[in-house]
T-cell receptor
């Protein structure tokens, strides 16, 4: 079953605007990660935020985590047409021998119009 | 290219046939994962290897599915007697690093279509 649920499911914005998407989850986590997937391709890791962190930045990306509300948000500032993709949050839980099982949400499909 | 590679990229097969996919992880990564992604959904965990040992399997991995990582390097995922419901993208990921900040690096996936 999918733990993370993204909101909105789809987002259409103009180039230069900011895009915000949210993720909610149900159980305790070690960390939460965001991935990007271009149509029909593999996933690209964007950013990881640990359960004891509240905010993290990477370039034009800003991620927040609120463990009390079991939610996270991803903000992409000054969007570009190349940001058009599906974005997934994934919660990580430790499994045997230091592995991490990622549980993904259904994704937010972002369209950035030039 | 030193990323995760998967072969083939696309596979079309008839129901009832067996298929095998290969994943070559990043060379120094000892952890390897398989996920399955159906259209419009996020990936779902299938199984996990550390080196050659398969340590975790999802209930999604029915007895028609088998995965191996014989020498702790590349891995194969075999589906026997394929069914139309097996149509999906099969993703492989590898990782290394600390337990609480592990980053999984994904390959491009193998898209399977069962007719």
């Amino acid at each position: 079953s999918q733990q993370g649920e993204e909101d909105p499911q789809a987002l259409s914005i103009q180039e230069g605007e900011n895009a915000t998407m949210n993720c909610s989850y149900k159980t305790s986590i070690n960390n939460l990660q965001w991935y990007r997937q271009n149509s029909g391709r593999g996933l690209v890791h964007l950013i990881l935020i640990r359960s004891n962190e509240r905010e993290k930045h990477s370039g034009r990306l800003r991620v927040t985590l609120d463990t009390s509300k079991k939610s996270s948000s991803l903000l992409i500032t000054a969007s570009r047409a190349a940001d058009t993709a599906s974005y997934f949050c994934a919660t990580a839980k430790v499994i045997k021998a230091a592995g991490n099982k990622l549980t993904f949400g259904g994704g937010t499909r972002v369209l950035v119009k030039p | 290219d030193t990323g995760v590679s998967q072969n083939p990229r696309h596979k079309i097969t008839k129901r009832g046939q067996n298929v095998t996919f290969r994943c070559d992880p990043i060379s120094e990564h000892n952890r390897l994962y398989w996920y399955r992604q159906t259209l419009g959904q996020g990936p779902e965990f299938l199984t996990y290897f550390q080196n050659e040992a398969q340590l975790e399997k999802s209930r999604l991995l029915s007895d028609r599915f088998s995965a191996e990582r014989p020498k702790g390097s590349f891995s194969t995922l075999e589906i026997q007697r394929t069914e139309q419901g097996d149509s999906a993208m099969y993703l492989c990921a590898s990782s290394a690093g600390g337990i609480f900040q592990e980053t999984q690096y994904f390959g491009p996936g193998t898209r399977l279509l069962v007719l």
